[in-house]
């Protein structure tokens, strides 16, 4: 039944359901006025998160969809990173407590192209404007090619717990195709180092979907990273949105699978991830059975958030850098995308907040019931209409969508407790879709569902 389920419902283009509303949504109706007074209410006892965007990379991977760009200077990271020391401290100040924070998140780009001392400078402004716990995640977003051992000692030092690398795929003709050419020996040396430094919680980033990629490409690549014992993988379907990134148009489309290919790679891995010992979580995750990942999954705890799954419960996150994304317990907010126009308004004091969303009622319970369907595969939508004190006669948005996938076998219905079936989670995307009051505005800077 899977791949006709992937031929019927494969094409469709749907959020990955990491926020609700999703980024398209967002405008320049929120901006720094609303986020200083929602940062003035943050409560001043509960954790809050930080993600911080770094904007760089030496070089331009095809498939990538992140906000990057090429430099191979050290001074306009060095600038970037002082605007970021800027940044968190105008944060902390506007806040006007030094907030707990339980969750730190580098993302990219490449965070780990500063110099060692520079990001060593980064970590310790964050501690002086938080209080950064003594349990707190540090993750960090880490090309293997180029992460030096100073950089890996700095890490370390920095109280850096988690490392994502990214591999995507070993297969050298993909690689080509890519443009992204990195060794078993590289990646081996990177996880070494790493662990040497004190870093011991690694996770692997693979891509399936790709130019040239076969399903045997696909398991020998798995094959050659579970030998390196990652606590966690992260498998994301390529989304090719070359009217969106430009540089993508460099990738042949003839090369690329078609959705039922697409669904027979992601699948040949996941099989592959759980016979070794992961544990599935999600659409898109694999973890040890001792990670803090599984243990949220087992425990009912496991939330979603935009770094994807997540033991993470803070309803504060603080986005910092260009482009980053923020979410608060009143809405979302985005800071200005181009590099030259964040720290322009860094420069002059002030929040770098452009656009964002601020939510309703109904978006807080649609979010609630997305969330779960997400994480869990299943949701009680009495419980949560009870919760939000909401009609349950008008939770679906799209009945012809839900009707579809229950007569195809995808969903049951036992009243009213949703539940996706085991051979149908792929499609949780497709479910989740049936539940957004917002669905049908911008689909096309989304990737499709297989």
Not at 18 to 30: N, Q, W
């Amino acid at each position: 039944m899977r791949s006709s389920l992937a031929n019927t419902y494969g094409q469709d283009r749907l959020p990955r359901y990491t926020s609700y509303p999703t980024a398209p949504h967002f405008s320049a109706s929120v901006g720094e006025a609303d986020y200083r007074a929602w940062l003035r209410s943050v409560p001043a006892r509960r954790p809050a998160s930080i993600y911080l965007h770094v904007p760089f990379c030496r070089s331009m991977c095809w498939y990538c969809g992140c906000h990057t760009s090429i430099t191979r200077l050290d001074e306009p990271i060095a600038i970037y990173a002082a605007g970021l020391r800027t940044e968190a401290h105008l944060v902390a100040e506007t806040v006007g407590v030094r907030l707990p924070v339980s969750h730190i998140h580098f993302g990219g780009g490449t965070p780990t192209i500063m110099t060692p001392e520079t990001f060593a400078d980064l970590v310790s402004a964050l501690r002086y404007s938080f209080f950064v716990q003594a349990d707190a995640e540090i993750a960090v977003e880490i090309d293997p090619r180029t992460l030096t051992e100073p950089m890996a000692e700095a890490l370390g030092f920095s109280g850096v717990n988690r490392a994502s690398l990214g591999v995507q795929s070993f297969d050298p003709a993909v690689q080509h195709a890519i443009n992204r050419s990195q060794s078993l020996e590289q990646t081996a040396e990177a996880v070494e180092r790493l662990r040497g430094a004190g870093v011991g919680r690694i996770n692997f980033d693979l891509l399936y979907g790709l130019p040239a990629q076969t399903v045997a490409s696909c398991l020998k690549t798995v094959e050659t990273c579970v030998a390196l014992r990652p606590d966690r993988f992260s498998v994301f379907g390529y989304a090719h949105i070359p009217s969106f990134k430009k540089h993508q148009r460099m990738i042949d489309e003839a090369s690329l699978p078609d959705s039922l290919e697409r669904h027979r790679q992601s699948e040949a891995i996941a099989e592959a991830l759980t016979d070794a010992g992961y544990i599935r979580i999600g659409l898109d995750h694999f973890a040890l059975p001792g990670d803090n990942l599984a243990i949220a999954k087992r425990e009912g705890r496991l939330r979603r958030n935009f770094q994807g799954y997540t033991d993470d419960s803070a309803e504060t996150l603080i986005g910092l850098g260009a482009s980053a994304i923020g979410r608060m317990p009143q809405g979302f907010v985005q800071n200005a995308v181009a590099t030259r126009d964040y720290l322009a308004r860094i420069a002059e004091d002030r929040l770098a907040t452009v656009r964002g969303y601020m939510l309703t009622a109904e978006d807080r319970f649609r979010a609630d019931i997305i969330e779960r369907i997400m994480c869990d595969m299943a949701v009680d939508l009495s419980q949560i209409c009870r919760r939000h004190r909401w009609d349950p006669s008008s939770a679906v948005v799209d009945r012809y969508r839900l009707d579809s996938l229950i007569a195809d076998g995808a969903v049951t219905m036992r009243g009213d407790r949703l539940l996706i079936n085991d051979d149908a989670e792929f499609l949780v995307r497709n479910v989740a879709s049936a539940f957004d009051a917002h669905l049908g505005r911008a689909t096309a800077r989304h990737s499709r569902a297989v």
